[in-house]
T-cell receptor, first 116, second 115 residues
Framework: AQSVAQPEDQVNVAEGNPLTVKCTYS??????LFWYVQYPNRGLQFLLK??????LVKGSYGFEAEFNKSQTSFHLKKPSALVSDSALYFC??????????????FGAGTRLAVHP | DAGVIQSPRHEVTEMGQEVTLRCKPI?????LFWYRQTMMRGLELLIY????????DSGMPEDRFSAKMPNASFSTLKIQPSEPRDSAVYFC?????????????FGQGTRLTVV
């Protein structure tokens, strides 16, 4: 089955330190990968995506993600964490279906807590 | 652009009552998704539409759930009758084209509480 996994329920980081939120995927064909962030009582906001090309993708709020085909991973990173980055982060993949349609499925989410 | 608009933001209803959640996608978007978010099950895809046509409703949990998209600017998710286990946050999202490269934009969600 095509899926995306986030192995960590929570990541704790001190402000100013680099952060990594992990994501691995299992899809047939080329993966189309996305990261979203959800702040409390809000909808999901798009951060960045990987479609093709450069393995390092830059997105909103200073976040970036590294696509690694051999490890089937798409980890989210930021060089210096801010307390305001504390939120729930979702990795997602577009899954192709019969008829040329596709759907967006999400990992379980990782809660990022950045401590002052 | 106003983004994806969902209403109501909060809904509290009694078990057995009918509940209707509403969504207005971003103008020009032709794919629409309904998701349900709970602590236990995370973010689940319930159903998605392309050009107003339901494509995949395999995530709809039971026959009590139904969704419609009568036109490109409006969709509803209905639960009849509602049960306490339906309590969750329901999100609607839309994307510009059905291509795999396009990201989806989410509404603020409807928090449903069934008592």
């Amino acid at each position: 089955a095509q899926s995306v996994a986030q192995p960590e329920d929570q990541v704790n980081v001190a402000e100013g330190n680099p952060l990594t939120v992990k994501c691995t995927y299992s899809v047939s064909g080329n993966p189309y990968l996305f990261w979203y962030v959800q702040y409390p009582n809000r909808g999901l906001q798009f951060l960045l995506k990987y479609i093709t090309g450069d393995n390092l993708v830059k997105g909103s709020y200073g976040f970036e993600a590294e696509f690694n085909k051999s490890q089937t991973s798409f980890h989210l990173k930021k060089p210096s964490a801010l307390v305001s980055d504390s939120a729930l982060y979702f990795c997602a993949v577009r899954v192709a279906e019969v008829g040329g349609y596709n759907k967006l499925i999400f990992g379980a989410g990782t809660r990022l807590a950045v401590h002052p | 652009d106003a983004g994806v608009i969902q209403s109501p933001r909060h809904e509290v209803t009694e078990m057995g009552q009918e509940v209707t959640l509403r969504c207005k996608p971003i103008s020009g978007h032709n794919s629409l998704f309904w998701y349900r978010q709970t602590m236990m099950r995370g973010l689940e895809l319930l159903i998605y539409f392309n050009n107003n046509v339901p494509i995949d409703d395999s995530g709809m949990p039971e026959d009590r759930f139904s969704a419609k998209m009568p036109n490109a600017s409006f969709s509803t998710l209905k639960i009849q009758p509602s049960e306490p286990r339906d309590s969750a946050v329901y999100f609607c999202a839309s994307s510009l084209v059905p291509g795999r490269a396009s990201e989806a934009f989410f509404g603020q969600g409807t928090r449903l509480t069934v008592v």
